[in-house]
């Protein structure tokens, strides 16, 4: 009898072990500090990317290369939903003649990169007499015609700043300079680089002509180049500096880009998904490691990592913008094309892979309680509370369209303008330690946003939204 039980009582215990429950998953917090200290999604995004791919121009066959690569790696890392939106556009390609020479008072030869939307020069190439300007508003204030047959030069004095402030100010001699030189009757422009770096690397980027004014071939001296002329001017006296400047960029016409997109769908659909944002084109001239490989990594580790274990109430959208560097086409297409369908939030990571320093949003007056507790959480990051009014990337377009709330998690900027836009943009740039930060700060943030059932811009009750649907 006695056998009997014990054999019973042991068979009990066996069947108990059998189905024991298993370990509760990991909390938010519990992912956010393992991505900290090993997350690899993100690197695996950003190593494949530049290595299977590399240089994405927009509205190239190697942008749709890029399209093509990120699909397949976010159907192949669970993310649903995944497809590509595509758009045509206006495109420029850079040609493959990039000369500067300097012929008088002294004889060198400069490294020059073209400006987008940068007009070509004669065959053979333009001599003319350059013309100094130290700044950007020194331009502005030459005489209607002044620069007629002459090359104009602008200089700036940009510094590395952690928040990457100088772009905006100085980055003017590249955004207006060569449209306002054309204004005056130049018959061409170089400007020194809108970068930090003193490698003989020029940062080219986007520059625009206002209407009626007709391009002119434009181009970026590397720094160490540009100052070098700066010294020609000063010992050259009364003497005039001579130029030879040869680019053969053109148009090619309405070619497709596209924005790739993709979710993982919450448990509660009918709520406003949080929208997170990069794009994945770069310049012919890098793969695009920090501008912006690490961006796109940097989100999608996010995602995986917050949605981990399916508890996420809201879902969370992937947007892979296109043809960011050259007009922010990708942003401006997704936003026309969603705009009726309302977001809850946008967050967006396109400057580079250092650590996150700042939170900023624009609902700290609107919702308190939610601000407060996103900094909070990611304070033990090394992340400081800002009231600085959040705004916005430049792929967020539907956020501000729509007046949704919005995040920017800034990131330290102080050696971003060293790569941006140029060769050096690769991917041993990258420090897998700041980039893990930057995935462990948006795993915190993503999953707060994701199980937020209110509303995320004022707090207050969502009446369309259905009840919460547990599983």
């Known amino acids: 009898m006695k056998k009997t039980v014990f054999a019973l009582a042991a068979l009990s215990l066996s069947a108990t ?4 429950v298993p370990p509760p998953a990991p909390s938010l917090e519990d992912q956010a500090e393992a991505a900290l200290e090993r997350d690899e999604v993100a690197w695996d995004f950003v190593e494949g990317i530049t290595t299977e791919v590399g240089p994405r121009q927009a509205g190239t066959e190697a942008e749709k290369r890029g399209r093509d690569w990120a699909v397949r790696w976010l159907g192949s890392n669970g993310f649903t939903n995944v497809a590509v939106e595509p758009f045509e556009m206006d495109t420029w390609v850079p040609g493959d003649i990039h000369r500067a020479r300097v012929t008088a008072p002294f004889t060198q030869d400069f490294v020059i990169q073209p400006l987008g939307n940068s007009a070509a020069t004669p065959p053979g190439g333009l001599t003319a007499e350059l013309v100094f300007f130290p700044t950007l508003d020194d331009l502005q204030a030459a005489p209607a015609g002044s620069l007629a047959g002459k090359i104009a030069y602008v200089s700036h004095e940009m510094r590395p700043a952690q928040d990457g402030s100088h772009y905006g100010y100085y980055g003017g001699a590249r955004f207006v300079g060569p449209g306002i030189a054309a204004s005056k009757g130049a018959a061409g422009i170089v400007i020194k680089s809108i970068g930090t770096d003193y490698h003989r690397n020029p940062h080219t980027g986007v520059t625009r002509f206002p209407e009626g ?43 497709q880009s596209g924005n790739v997109v993709a979710e993982i769908v919450g448990r509660n659909p009918e709520l406003p998904p949080v929208l997170l944002a ?56 997704y936003s026309a094309a969603h705009i009726d369908e309302p977001i809850a939030v946008g967050l967006e990571s396109d400057l580079g892979a250092d650590r996150i320093w700042r939170f900023e ?111």
């Open 17 to 20: 072990a059998a189905i024991a």
């Open 213 to 255: 004014v007709d391009p002119i071939p434009a181009g970026a001296l590397s720094v160490p180049d540009a100052e070098n002329l700066e010294r020609m001017f000063a010992r050259a006296g009364d003497a005039p500096v001579i130029l030879e400047l040869e680019l053969n960029p053109r148009m090619i016409g309405k070619q």
């Open 278 to 333: 990069c794009h994945i084109d770069s310049w012919w001239n890098s793969p695009g490691a920090f501008d912006d490989g690490a961006g796109c990594g940097i989100i999608v580790a996010a995602a995986k990592h917050a949605t981990a274990y399916g508890r996420q109430l809201r879902t969370v959208r992937i947007l892979m913008a296109g043809a960011e560097e050259v007009g922010l086409y990708g942003s401006i297409a």
């Open 361 to 471: 949003s624009n609902f700290r007056e609107t919702n308190p309680g939610l601000h407060a507790k996103i900094a909070k959480a990611i304070a033990r990051f090394g992340v400081a509370d800002s009231t600085i009014r959040a705004s916005g990337g430049a792929d967020l377009n539907i956020a501000r369209d729509q007046k949704a709330a919005i995040i920017d998690l800034q990131q330290d900027g102080t050696r971003y303008f060293d790569l941006h836009h140029t060769p050096d943009d690769t991917l041993d740039k990258i420090d897998k330690a700041q980039l893990r930060q930057n995935v462990a700060v948006w795993t915190m943030v993503v999953g707060i946003l994701a199980n937020e059932p209110r509303s995320i811009l004022t707090g207050g009750v969502i009446p369309s939204a259905p009840p919460v649907m547990e599983q």
